[in-house]
């Protein structure tokens, strides 16, 4: 009675390497689907806007974080732009506060 108990246990602890990697299959399984589902397009989505917003030139109609649609009157080599918001009224910003450019200007005929 005494001796098929201790069989048992040998020999769940002859696999217990294999049961060890078996309980971190499912953690590995919920990281590649998360990296997939929420890391992969975070990632892209904010390659695409830092290319948006290095591609900022004067005369373009752009929306705001904050709702505001304007014209961009300067880009300054500091990160920062000019955006009129009305006539003769100017905003200075951080240009990633730029979410979407609504319309771009033509770019000038080298001539």
Same mark, same amino acid.
């Given at each position: *009675? =005494?001796? &098929?108990? +201790?069989?048992?246990? $040998? +020999? &769940?602890?002859? +696999? !217990? !390497? *294999?049961a060890a990697f078996g309980? =971190? @299959?499912p953690l590995i399984l919920i990281f590649v689907i998360m990296y997939f589902l929420l #890391? %992969?397009?975070?990632? /892209? /989505?904010?390659k695409e806007h830092k290319a948006m917003v290095d591609a900022l030139r004067r005369g373009d109609m752009g929306l705001t974080q904050a709702g505001i649609i !304007?014209?961009?009157v300067h880009l %300054?080599? $500091?990160g920062e732009i000019e955006v009129e918001i009305a006539? $003769?009224? /100017?905003? %200075? *910003? #951080? %240009? &990633? +506060?730029? @979410?979407?450019?609504? &319309? /771009?200007?033509?770019?000038?005929a080298n001539s």
């Open positions: *009675m =005494f001796v &098929s108990p +201790a069989y048992a246990q $040998d +020999a &769940s602890a002859a +696999a !217990g !390497g *294999m309980q =971190f @299959v #890391i %992969r397009p975070q990632q /892209k /989505k904010a !304007g014209k961009v %300054r080599e $500091d006539k $003769d009224m /100017k905003v %200075r *910003m #951080i %240009r &990633s +506060a730029v @979410v979407q450019v609504l &319309s /771009k200007t033509e770019p000038a």
